[in-house]
């Protein structure tokens, strides 16, 4: 089954607008781990955000905020006033168990996103 | 800022030939991982390392991978007799396990790997 779900396979949004990459999950896991994560086309995998399963407030970095909505097992990713350098692949990714666990991390199909200038 | 390095950055190598990918986990780091992504797919687990024993591992890391922390640094993958769906971009990963609520998993920039 499916565990990570990114609908939106490429987007296009004008440069200063702000965007949101939607992300549902699926566990039977109380304590488990958000993560979003944006791949250049450089191909490195670059850390943008964490969200863990029992925090309270939705989780932001900068620019970047998570949407996190635990009763419909959304954690969506707003960035605002986007930027040209913001065009990637981004995957929304899961870890299940607490927030220590070393469990492996399970990913997305992602999300190509596109900023027009 | 301390990072993941990884070696080399792109390998190209013969069906049927040994390569070995090479990473340098994060200095206070536990656990090690490895990742790979098929061009235009989505990444997959590999395999977990903990205390030099392989914690957990996927379908796909069968007998022609094999892990090693060769020293107190490397972490090493190997692929014994690589195939033409081996090539992949290949990320190695690692996280403190220090407790805190933003232990995550910090990956390598990757090494892309071609089996001609």
């Known amino acids: 089954a499916q565990k990570i779900t990114q609908t939106q396979p490429g987007m296009f949004v004008q440069e200063k607008e702000a965007v949101t990459l939607d992300c549902t999950y699926d566990?039977?896991?109380?304590?488990?781990?958000l993560f979003w994560y944006k791949q250049p086309s450089s191909g490195e995998m670059i850390f943008l955000i964490y969200q863990g399963s029992y925090d309270e407030q939705n989780a932001t970095e900068g620019r970047y905020s998570l949407n996190f909505q635990k009763a419909r097992k959304s954690a969506n990713l707003v960035i605002s006033a986007s930027q040209l350098g913001d065009s990637a692949m981004y995957f929304c990714?899961?870890?299940?168990?607490?927030?220590?666990?070393?469990?492996?991390?399970?990913f997305g199909s992602g999300t190509r996103l596109s900023i027009r200038p | 800022e301390p990072e993941v390095t990884q070696t080399p950055s792109h390998q190209v190598t013969q069906m049927g030939q040994e390569v070995i990918l090479r990473c340098v986990p994060i200095?206070?780091?536990?656990?090690f991982y490895w990742y790979r992504q098929i061009l235009g797919q989505k990444v997959e687990f590999l395999v977990s390392?903990?205390?030099?024993?392989?914690?957990?591992k996927s379908e796909i890391f069968d007998d022609q991978f094999s892990v090693e922390r060769p020293d107190g640094s490397n972490f090493t993958l190997k692929i014994r007799s690589t195939k033409l769906e081996d090539s992949a971009m290949y990320f190695c990963a690692s996280t403190p396990l220090s407790g805190r609520v933003t232990d995550t998993q910090y990956f390598g920039p990757g090494t892309r790997l071609t089996v001609l």
């Open positions: 990714a899961m870890r299940e168990g607490g927030y220590s666990s070393a469990s492996k991390i399970i």
């Open positions: 390392f903990y205390n030099n024993e392989i914690s957990e």
């Open positions: 566990t039977s896991d109380q304590s488990y781990g």
């Open positions: 200095s206070n780091h536990l656990y």
